[in-house]
């Protein structure tokens, strides 16, 4: 497997390949931000698993191939109906804006008329055919977010991205109807593809919506993704963000959803999660109003050799915040899921109400999972939660069920879907979305089910 420091090299050339092709166009603000990216991802490399943080997933895995074509110019070709199969949602009253290896395609977007929202490609607003008080937004955004929270693949990300989805929402504004931003891998084994995408979501003071950021790609793709997004939620502001992942069992994922939330924002945040050989998700919330709240809820589900690593980091910066996590998900065969949830109350950040439970269901003996949950307070006055468990269906109730003619497998699905149904329960608000969702986990569950094997099943007891 190559080092790190050899992948950061071929990467440095490919960087400096797109710069001599003139291909790294914006201001010299821009310009500066991608080169600190650079400097920093070449001073400090990409982890290993003895960073910390790394310890349950080795990167290697992500870069272990050659995924440098796609950066330069978009995949041509693909039509709506290409769209409609890859695309497990396909909401058919959405906005929608759809890239494809991380970059817009205009035909297949669905956006908005009228006055209050407004939706760009990153391209065209670097090209500077967009408002330049939103651009400049856009890159006050991305160089402070990277000062203070850049780590090595949002450094590449940041180096190296050239297209992405900005989204602006208006103060006052209640969005009619759901936001698709729909991100599609497309190739195959003989054209590994790299997607690096950034995007920036906008949503003024006292405005509500819906935003649904999808990944997902075909059976044959061997992609890697590896997208950032910031989100501002203004004062008073109401969003839910929903966030599948659907991408194909051969390629590789990374993700980052940074939100920072103003004085009495609220922020629910749902993601679901299948799919990829390694996969590694990461939230980052930042409440710097009084009395902001978010909801940081997941179901994963892994199978056969899959890997999974969610984190989250919610920062409680003003008093009166809350914050309530509760991560659910199915382990089969050897899949993998790892959990690194941490809750930072900071000094100062009074009669903060926090909570964080990780449950997860083991479908076989050969499955595992990691649950680090964490806690660091600094203030006196607040009440804060943590907790995990690991277990396996409960063979009372699977007895109770086969005792009334149900057949096991049909217990094990039926018990299996209830276990997860509490995590949708908080988002029934979000239109059809949900219920297609919870399609998809149903059949998840139909297939993936095994007979339980043992009653020793991990050591958090039943589930």
Known sequence: MRTSAETVNKFKQAYEELKGKNLLRGSARLAEVRESALLRLEGEGFPSRKNEDWRYTNPGTLLQHDQLSGLESPRQGLKPDDLAKRNPLALA???????????????????????????????????????????????????????????????????????????????????????????????DSASR??????????????????????????????????????????????????????????????SVLRAVLETEAELRFLQMASGSSVARQEFRCDLRGENAMVRSDAVFLVEGAEHLDLRTEIRHQ??????????KGIAGDSGRAVFNGKIVIEKGAQKVDSSQLCRTLLLSNSAEVD????????????????????????????????????????????????FLA??????????????????????????????????????????
């Open 318 to 327: 003003a008093p009166r915040g809350q914050s309530h996590q509760l991560f």
């Open 371 to 418: 649950a680090k949950p964490e806690l660091e307070i600094f203030a006196d006055d607040v009440k804060a939660t943590h907790g995990a468990t690991v277990g396996q269906l409960d063979e009372e109730q699977i007895f109770y069920l086969l005792s009334r003619g149900v057949p096991r497998a049909q217990a094990e699905t039926l018990l299996a879907q209830g």
């Open 93 to 187: 009253t959405s906005y929608r804006v759809v890239l494809v290896n991380g970059w817009v395609q205009k035909e297949l977007c669905r956006l908005p008329g009228g006055e209050g929202l407004h939706l760009y490609s990153l391209a065209s607003l670097i090209a500077g055919q967009g408002p330049a008080e939103i651009l400049d937004r856009v890159e006050a955004t991305w160089k402070a977010q990277e000062e203070a929270y850049g780590q090595a693949f949002s450094w590449l990300n940041s180096a190296m991205s050239l297209d992405g989805c900005v989204l602006v929402v208006d103060a006052n504004q209640v969005v009619d109807r759901p936001i698709e931003v729909v991100h599609l891998g497309d190739g």
């Open 193 to 254: 593809r790299i997607s690096m995408a950034r995007n920036f979501y906008f949503v003024g003071s006292r405005s509500k919506v819906t935003i649904i950021e999808g990944f997902y790609s075909s059976a044959a793709t061997t992609n890697l993704t590896n997208s950032v997004s910031d989100l501002w939620l203004g004062a008073g502001a109401r969003a839910h963000f929903l966030k599948p992942q659907f991408e194909s069992t051969k390629g590789c994922h990374v």
């Open 422 to 463: 509490e995590v949708l329960e908080h988002y029934q608000d979000a239109g059809s979305a949900i219920a297609q969702m919870n399609e998809l986990i149903s059949g998840w569950i139909a297939r993936a089910r095994t007979p339980k094997q043992s009653s020793n099943a991990g050591a958090g007891g039943r589930a």
